[in-house]
């Protein structure tokens, strides 16, 4: 076993056995900024993409529903908006809610702006590298995607596309190997651990999820597809941006169908070296991103995790590789429950991703949750997958659903397993679980008992391990962060709040639901209902 067993344990049980160093106080004042500062670098103004054809969201949320109008692939204006829905700063957070961030929400300095995607802590620590070749729109080279400007700024000049290629190695997918256009996705370890710790390593993984899922659910709306590549040589990649792998991992490239390249030559697939790799050493980006900090903490435990990940980091898995540590299915008999089939209006997937928020604290039982919205919100988390290499068709089931219903029309209240196959509920725990759910929450911004249901995504963290080694903890938890962008996205099409919480014992859970001895590992908890009508708020964009 490999260390990565060793912090998935201490990850499950830290609600009972703190994670060291467990007197850490976050510098606050002293926080590192949400994004990369390379200073005197050539920005270039990216389109909003408001000209786009609506399309449905529901189209990404239930991928057997069939995806958009198929399309020849990316062009600037799609790409630009897909950067902007996801990662780009939309909003400003002014509501009225129970977050311990209210109070300096109205100071500028302490502004919240919002985002389509989900992120830890709201912290937002992936930042987004563009290596665009010759087939794009700008001059072949890497560019930094800018979320507060909207903007790439260029850190290198130069077509470095072919050696991108060669970092995923001669057995990556194919449709890896046929483009010149990447996004790569980086971490910067700190800007979660400042307020994480040790922890921050497991929160960053889910940041890495939510952020692929967000692109796969728009890209499909749009008749696109993206799936990441999650193994490849990281330490040569992190030298093509000039940064430092303890600081900054490389966790993700994903390949992007370009409107044009589909004639690309596929030498790179062949026997031997990509003939477009010039013999020398690589180029490197030079620019330096400039911290804000000034005291940065190195924990040893994210060192730990960064180095155990990197350490056959090109080793790919091969496909089925992940099959042993699959979801379980559900038994048959017991006290079944059934749903609706799911359904999903037709709303525009840009709307959903503008309009997604914690509802922390707003949450209101007078009006329950109807067994069609259960039931759709629980088929589009099922049905989530991060793809790649080791799940290419995106068919392996690697997460259980189970459901604490409260306040759920026609259903009585109980913690359920759901059955995706027969789409149905079955009884695991009869009676009210407001009050279990209440005391293994750490925090004071949700009412649980108030939400309609608690949705409790479970992985077989430890099975994911077995099968494909330390690097699987990425996919593991990143499905799980996956399956909580699946989420907020299916409660903000059918117009229910929600919210996804990482601080709770998680053991309680293992215990609640009798999961002991299956590897099951709770990640998440994920409230789900009706918000309070008429919330207050501040209209900033009419101001």
Same mark, same amino acid.
């Given at each position: 076993?490999?260390?990565?067993?060793?912090?998935?344990?201490?990850?499950?049980?830290?609600?009972?056995?703190?994670?060291?160093?467990?007197?850490?106080?976050?510098?606050?004042?002293?926080?590192?900024?949400?994004?990369?500062?390379?200073?005197?670098?050539?920005?270039?103004?990216?389109?909003?993409?408001?000209?786009?054809?609506?399309?449905?969201?529901?189209?990404?949320?239930?991928?057997?529903?069939?995806?958009?109008?198929?399309?020849?692939?990316?062009?600037?204006?799609?790409?630009?908006?897909?950067?902007?829905?996801?990662?780009?700063?939309?909003?400003?957070?002014?509501?009225?809610?129970?977050?311990?961030?209210?109070?300096?929400?109205?100071?500028?300095?302490?502004?919240?702006?919002?985002?389509?995607?989900?992120?830890?802590?709201?912290?937002?620590?992936?930042?987004?590298?563009?290596?665009?070749?010759?087939?794009?729109?700008?001059?072949?080279?890497?560019?930094?995607?800018?979320?507060?400007?909207?903007?790439?700024?260029?850190?290198?000049?130069?077509?470095?596309?072919?050696?991108?290629?060669?970092?995923?190695?001669?057995?990556?997918?194919?449709?890896?190997?046929?483009?010149?256009?990447?996004?790569?996705?980086?971490?910067?370890?700190?800007?979660?651990?400042?307020?994480?710790?040790?922890?921050?390593?497991?929160?960053?993984?889910?940041?890495?999820?939510?952020?692929?899922?967000?692109?796969?659910?728009?890209?499909?709306?749009?008749?696109?597809?993206?799936?990441?590549?999650?193994?490849?040589?990281?330490?040569?990649?992190?030298?093509?941006?000039?940064?430092?792998?303890?600081?900054?991992?490389?966790?993700?490239?994903?390949?992007?169908?370009?409107?044009?390249?589909?004639?690309?030559?596929?030498?790179?697939?062949?026997?031997?070296?990509?003939?477009?790799?010039?013999?020398?050493?690589?180029?490197?980006?030079?620019?330096? #991103?400039?911290?804000?900090?000034? &005291?940065?903490?190195?924990?040893?435990? %994210? +060192? *730990?995790?960064? $180095? /155990? =990940?990197?350490? !056959?980091?090109?080793?790919?898995?091969?496909?089925?590789?992940?099959?042993?540590?699959?979801?379980?299915?559900?038994?048959?008999?017991?006290?079944?429950?059934?749903?609706?089939?799911?359904?999903?209006?037709?709303?525009?997937?840009?709307?959903?991703?503008?309009?997604?928020?914690?509802?922390?604290?707003?949450? #209101?039982?007078?009006?329950?949750? &109807?067994?069609?919205?259960?039931?759709? %919100? +629980? *088929?589009?988390? $099922? /049905? =989530?997958?991060? !793809?790649?290499?080791?799940?290419?068709?995106?068919?392996?089931?690697?997460?259980?659903?189970?459901?604490?219903?409260?306040?759920?029309?026609?259903?009585?209240?109980?913690?359920?397993?759901?059955?995706?196959?027969?789409?149905?509920?079955?009884?695991?725990?009869?009676?009210?679980?407001?009050?279990?759910?209440?005391?293994?929450?750490?925090?004071?911004?949700?009412?649980?008992?108030?939400?309609?249901?608690?949705?409790?995504?479970?992985?077989?963290?430890?099975?994911?391990?077995?099968?494909?080694?330390?690097?699987?903890?990425?996919?593991?938890?990143?499905?799980?962060?996956?399956?909580?962008?699946?989420?907020?996205?299916?409660?903000?099409?059918?117009?229910?709040?929600?919210?996804?919480?990482?601080?709770?014992?998680?053991?309680?859970?293992?215990?609640?639901?009798?999961?002991?001895?299956?590897?099951?590992?709770?990640?998440?908890?994920?409230?789900?209902?009706?918000?309070?009508?008429?919330?207050?708020?501040?209209?900033?964009?009419?101001?």
């Amino acid at each position: 076993m490999g260390y990565a067993h060793e912090y998935a344990d201490a990850v499950l049980h830290r609600g009972r056995v703190p994670m060291e160093p467990a007197d850490f106080v976050p510098d606050w004042p002293d926080g590192p900024r949400r994004g990369k500062f390379y200073p005197g670098v050539e920005s270039y103004a990216l389109p909003d993409g408001d000209d786009l054809a609506d399309a449905p969201a529901r189209a990404g949320l239930l991928p057997r529903s069939g995806g958009g109008p198929a399309v020849a692939g990316f062009t600037l204006p799609l790409l630009s908006a897909m950067l902007k829905d996801s990662y780009g700063l939309t909003g400003r957070r002014l509501g009225i809610q129970a977050n311990s961030d209210l109070s300096g929400l109205p100071s500028y300095t302490h502004a919240n702006w919002s985002r389509g995607t989900a992120g830890g802590g709201g912290l937002y620590p992936v930042g987004v590298y563009w290596a665009s070749g010759p087939s794009g729109p700008l001059t072949p080279g890497i560019h930094y995607y800018d979320v507060q400007q909207h903007a790439v700024q260029r850190l290198l000049t130069g077509d470095v596309t072919a050696r991108v290629r060669e970092t995923l190695g001669q057995d990556a997918p194919a449709e890896a190997l046929e483009t010149d256009q990447y996004l790569i996705l980086g971490v910067k370890y700190w800007q979660t651990a400042f307020k994480y710790n040790s922890f921050g390593y497991h929160v960053v993984c889910t940041d890495v999820g939510t952020l692929v899922q967000t692109w796969r659910i728009w890209a499909a709306a749009h008749g696109l597809r993206t799936a990441p590549v999650l193994w490849f040589d990281e330490p040569r990649l992190n030298g093509l941006l000039g940064t430092v792998g303890e600081e900054e991992g490389v966790f993700a490239v994903v390949p992007l169908q370009w409107d044009g390249n589909g004639d690309l030559s596929r030498a790179a697939v062949g026997e031997g070296p990509d003939p477009a790799v010039a013999e020398g050493p690589d180029p490197a980006v030079r620019h330096r #991103d400039v911290e804000r900090s000034r &005291t940065v903490i190195e924990f040893p435990t %994210v +060192l *730990a995790m960064h $180095a /155990a =990940t990197v350490a !056959g980091a090109a080793d790919r898995p091969a496909p089925g590789a992940l099959a042993p540590a699959a979801a379980r299915p559900v038994p048959a008999g017991g006290t079944r429950v059934p749903l609706p089939a799911p359904a999903f209006p037709e709303v525009p997937v840009r709307r959903v991703l503008r309009s997604r928020r914690s509802s922390f604290g707003r949450f #209101d039982a007078a009006v329950p949750v &109807t067994p069609g919205q259960l039931s759709s %919100v +629980l *088929a589009a988390c $099922a /049905a =989530t997958s991060l !793809g790649g290499e080791a799940d290419p068709d995106g068919t392996l089931r690697q997460v259980r659903l189970y459901a604490f219903v409260n306040h759920v029309r026609d259903i009585a209240p109980g913690a359920y397993v759901y059955d995706p196959d027969a789409g149905d509920l079955a009884l695991v725990v009869p009676g009210p679980q407001g009050a279990f759910l209440q005391e293994n929450y750490f925090l004071a911004n949700y009412n649980l008992e108030q939400a309609g249901v608690v949705l409790v995504p479970t992985v077989r963290t430890k099975a994911v391990l077995d099968a494909v080694g330390d690097r699987g903890y990425r996919l593991a938890v990143g499905t799980a962060g996956a399956v909580a962008q699946t989420f907020y996205l299916a409660a903000s099409a059918l117009s229910l709040g929600a919210g996804v919480a990482l601080g709770f014992d998680n053991v309680s859970f293992v215990e609640k639901l009798g999961l002991e001895g299956t590897t099951e590992a709770p990640l998440l908890i994920m409230p789900l209902g009706n918000e309070r009508p008429r919330p207050a708020d501040f209209r900033h964009e009419i101001a």
